[in-house]
């Protein structure tokens, strides 16, 4: 089976890691629950292809743990990690090297351990990126962009990607204010010249702001229960607008299913969740091109 799933207890050494495998976990996903994640599924066949003989596992790691699991990974020689929910902010902390675009992020979702430093990374960022320009063939800078749910830990990281990449304007909504206040402020900070609007989700104008730009992005929660509403009102969407929703299970979303009523053009966080993957795994390997090997992993399900 792909993945197989261990707790940190298994990290006391190799045997008893590596018990019954021919082959050495030297890669992982951490995470609070992890035996849901579909990472090995699709960094396992790309180092299967490329010939490297490690096994990619998934780690239970309890919150305030994280850095004790980063310590027995770096003593059994791992090559590094993913991080999942909830520990991208523990990790960052737990990190002695974080790449800037992670820091201003707010958090790591890939981990390199090099000889000298346990490096940080985030390519939730740039995974999210690669899969707009895929599904809408455009970039994201100089695009008017509004992330609902933005209050999250999802939510700040793409609006930090977002900021950094250049967007024209950013609107943040939010059921709450006060966390998106906090973090248009930051923002504003580190991009002087970018336009960052904040807004409830229950605001009356927040329709026509919303038909006012070309992105909308969901990163909120809502919507992953099936019978879910969408977290804007479907006065929000019009033709013309790119509508994208980080949720992938389920695959059509209300908010999705509202956009695509209106006409709006639409994709899902499963190519976000695949280009993520691929930029871990050429932070891991550069050079590699693990695209096909990932893609097929993932659709074989
Ligand atoms: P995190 O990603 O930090 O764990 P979360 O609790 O999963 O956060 O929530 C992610 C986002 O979904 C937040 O923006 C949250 O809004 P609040 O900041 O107001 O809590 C949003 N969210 C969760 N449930 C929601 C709901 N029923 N209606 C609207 N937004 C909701």
Known sequence: MTGDLYHLDDLASRERLDAGHEIPARLAVIGCPVAHSASPRMHQPALDQAGIAARYVKVEVEPGRVAE???????????????????????????????????????????????????GYNTDGPGFEAA????????????????????????????????RAGVKRLVL?????????ALATHLRGHHPGLPVEVLSLADPDLPSVARGCRLLVNTSSVGLKAQ??????????????????????PPLTAFLAAARAAGAETANGASMLLHQGIHAFRIWFPGSDPAAAMRQGLAAG
């Open 228 to 249: 879910d509403p969408s977290p804007l009102p479907p006065e929000s969407f019009s033709t013309g607008q790119m509508v994208f929703d980080t949720i992938y299970q």
């Open 132 to 163: 707009v320009a895929e599904a809408f063939g455009l970039p994201l800078h100089g695009l008017d962009v509004l992330i609902a749910g933005a209050g999250g830990g999802a939510g700040g990281a793409l609006a930090a990607h977002c900021a």
């Open 173 to 181: 909504a939010n059921r709450s204010l006060d966390k998106i206040e």
């Open 69 to 119: 699991a980063f310590r027995r990974m770096r003593e059994l020689g791992f090559i590094g990690c993913n991080v999942t929910v909830p520990h991208k902010f523990e990790a960052l902390a737990a990190c002695s090297r974080v790449d800037p675009a992670a820091a201003e992020m707010g958090a790591v979702n890939t981990v390199v351990f090099g000889e000298s430093a346990t490096c």
